[in-house]
């Protein structure tokens, strides 16, 4: 059973500075997804990445993908208010792609 | 193009009441799927579907039935509510099973049971 974790749970980040969560997950998979939910919201796409070594990047947000360590990783450059939300990451698996989530992070950012 | 719409937004049921929670899509995606989300649970998958004709479970698929007799439609039915299924729903499509184009989700239908 595929199972995957996302920590910290919550994270309080101070203005400017950077940060990184961490996503990891239980079996071998090459499709693991991040996603934004705003309070109320829907879930926004964030990232698709599909090869281990993949990076992606969007404004201050940078995803990677390591397979081999079944780890991805959210860099967050010079934290902003706008950034304030819940995280998740999702991995696929098998061919009918069911979707496996993480309990999500929460991140805040404080002038 | 609307993408994936759910309907309702809110509905609040009784005890033992059955309803349809309806997912549309119109962008020709094989792949649809139905979660819940509860506090501190992330998203669950109850069901999905590959294709016009078929469907199957995921992780929590008691209490709900699904068919996909179109490629645009996949209804989600409470067959008799309970309290236990108050939580959010989402509907999610991708164009093709594998994913490869990401999943698209829909505004969510906050269910209370009471």
């Known amino acids: 059973e595929l199972k995957v974790e996302q920590n910290p749970l919550f994270l309080s980040m101070q203005e400017g500075k950077n940060y990184t969560i961490y996503c990891n997950y239980s079996?071998?998979?090459?499709?693991l997804y991040w996603y934004r939910q705003d309070p109320g919201k829907s879930l926004e796409s964030l990232f698709v990445?599909?090869?281990?070594?993949a990076v992606k990047q969007e404004g201050r947000l940078m995803a990677s993908l390591d397979t081999k360590a079944r780890l991805s990783t959210l860099h967050i450059t010079a934290a902003v208010h706008d950034l304030s939300a819940t995280y998740f990451c999702?991995?696929?698996?098998?061919?009918?792609?069911?979707?496996?989530f993480g309990k999500g992070i929460t991140l805040s950012v404080r002038p | 193009n609307a993408g994936v719409t759910q309907t309702p937004k809110f509905q609040v049921l009784k005890t033992g009441q059955s309803m349809t929670l309806q997912c549309a899509q119109d962008?020709?995606?094989?792949?649809m799927s139905w979660y819940r989300q509860d506090p501190g649970m992330g998203l669950r998958l109850i069901h999905y579907?590959?294709?016009?004709?078929?469907?199957d479970q995921g992780e929590v698929p008691n209490g709900y039935n699904v068919s996909r007799s179109t490629t645009e439609d996949f209804p989600l039915r409470l067959l008799s509510a309970a309290p236990s299924q108050t939580s959010v729903y989402f509907c999610?499509?991708?164009?093709?099973?594998?994913?490869?184009?990401?999943?698209?989700f829909g505004s969510g239908t906050r269910l209370t049971v009471v």
């Open positions: 999610a499509s991708s164009l093709r099973p594998q994913g490869l184009n990401g999943y698209t």
């Open positions: 079996t071998t998979s090459d499709r």
């Open positions: 990445l599909l090869s281990n070594g």
């Open positions: 999702a991995v696929a698996g098998g061919a009918n792609s069911k979707l496996t």
């Open positions: 962008m020709n995606h094989e792949y």
């Open positions: 579907s590959v294709g016009a004709g078929i469907t």
